[in-house]
């Protein structure tokens, strides 16, 4: 089955699926080995990995070679944060030309301006854009793709920028006409009351999807039950990365020496096991007979 329309059933399935954040090939495939479905290719882990700001410091043509290892490390669908789509109409459906090209599953673009800032700053300081303009984006992007599985995404963000649940509905229901394949809508509270009075509200005009990443304490089955379609998890692989390589750097800085912290970590063996090292040698086997020696 195609990737996209992996991710198209996960969004329309009656069930609550879950996507995993990943902002590289080794990432992506851990992912994928943890048995999740899908990976979301966070924005923000992705520039961070990079040492850049989460305001589009990083090129779009970046983040698509970084989408390419990851799409060649696993096979299970990508879903890219695709912050507003690097542009305006134009910079967006040449994005989904790309994405195609490298058999990304979707993207998911938000309803701010370019260059975007990460919503968790100062997020009703950011200014939205106007609800035509980013019809207009949606619609360039869905006559653009050439599988028609692929998955655009209309990230609402009335919420953080302090609009309101009217307005909130208001977008997402002018996004939806405009074609989009399903709605995210986020929110930078720490309780999912304004995730709930969408739901409530939304009556379940199009897949819903959500990032709890503020809201985390919010029991899973209470998102099953308002309804939505997919949860994501979305920096976590990237944050506790940070956390390992601020202790692990830390310790042997203080130490010296390796011997405190060799049994802690991934073994080398391991790291060449998620390189796939063992399929080189068998192909060497195959490809090179004669040439290869014990």
Known sequence: MKRTTQLRNMLNT????????????????????AGFKGIWASGLSISASMGLRDNNEASWSQVLDTLEFMSDAASIPILLDGDTGYGNFNNARRLVKKLEQRGIAGVCIEDKLFPKMNSFIDGEAQPLAGIDEFCGKIKAMKDTQNDEHFVVVARVEAFIAGWGLKEALKRAEAYRKAG????????????????????????????VVIVPTKYYSTPTTRFVELGTSLVIWANHNLRASISAMQQISRKINLDESLIHVENGIATVEEVFRLQRAGELQEAELKYLPGLVTD
Do not use: C, K, Q, Y
């Not at 009656?14 to 080995?33: C, D, K, Q, W, Y």
């Open 14 to 33: 009656p069930r609550t699926e879950f996507l995993m954040e990943a902002h590289n090939g080794l990432s992506a495939a851990i992912v994928e080995e």
């Open 180 to 207: 989009s394949d399903a709605i995210l809508i986020h929110s930078g509270r720490s309780d999912s009351a304004e995730i709930e009075s969408f739901m409530m509200e939304w009556g379940g005009r199009l897949p």
